[in-house]
């Protein structure tokens, strides 16, 4: 079965910290992204990598870094967390022309 | 600019009750359209891939139609645990291979 895991499924982080979101897939995908989801704005893409050290900014990238250092392993980091960054991440993955495999998403609170 | 909209935003139907959700995009070129079911608190799930005008695919009580401007997601005789957020996300042929969301229909089936 595909597996798509982020490290945490709760996450509560104060305004200033530096914020790091794991994932990690086990299908040998090329493609992997991250979105963020929010009531009534959908899933907003933040950044997306189509290889190992190659990233593309999403739609939404200000405030978020990424770093893709193997091909298994995305990370999203909040370089410094503010309160209108709470919302749900989720982390996805896919092969060259073929649907994306979600994660199970990582509900964060800036507070 | 590849967009989507998905309607309704809402639909609430009696169990058994047939009824369809709209997905109208306009993309640069279409790769593949993409429909996921999302439970509350979990990342999205792949249902189906549609590429051409004219294709269609079903599973179960759900059957998928594509459009040169238009996807369909036909559900019949539905039972409550139908009840999810659908969300379409065409994918343009052009560029970068990044899934651009609709904002998604939240299905309620009532017993």
């Known amino acids: 079965d595909v597996k798509v895991t982020q490290s945490s499924r709760y996450l509560v982080k104060r305004t200033g910290e530096k914020v790091f979101l794991e994932c990690v897939q086990d299908m040998d995908h090329e493609n992997m992204f991250w979105y963020r989801q929010d009531p009534g704005l959908g899933l907003r893409l933040i950044y997306f990598s189509y290889d190992v050290k190659m990233k593309e900014k999403g739609d939404i990238p200000e405030g978020y870094s990424v770093s893709r250092e193997k091909k298994e392993r995305f990370s999203l980091i909040l370089e410094s967390a503010s309160t209108n960054q709470t919302s749900m991440y989720l982390c996805a993955s896919s092969s060259h022309n073929t649907e994306a495999f979600f994660g199970q998403g990582t509900r964060l609170t800036v507070v | 600019e590849d967009q989507v909209t998905q309607s309704p935003e809402a639909l609430r139907l009696q169990e058994g009750e047939s009824s369809s959700l709209n997905c109208s995009y306009t993309?640069?070129?279409?790769?593949?359209l993409f429909w996921y079911r999302q439970d509350p608190g979990k990342g999205p799930e792949f249902l189906f891939t549609l590429y051409s005008a004219g294709e269609e695919k079903e599973k179960e009580r759900l059957k998928a139609t594509l459009t040169k401007k238009e996807s369909f997601l036909h559900i019949t005789a539905p039972k409550p645990e139908d009840s999810a957020t659908y969300l379409c996300?065409?994918?343009?042929?052009?560029?970068?291979?990044?899934?651009?969301f609709g904002q998604g229909t939240r299905l309620t089936i009532n017993p």
């Open positions: 993309v640069s070129g279409l790769r593949g």
């Open positions: 996300a065409p994918q343009s042929s052009l560029g970068a291979q990044k899934l651009v």
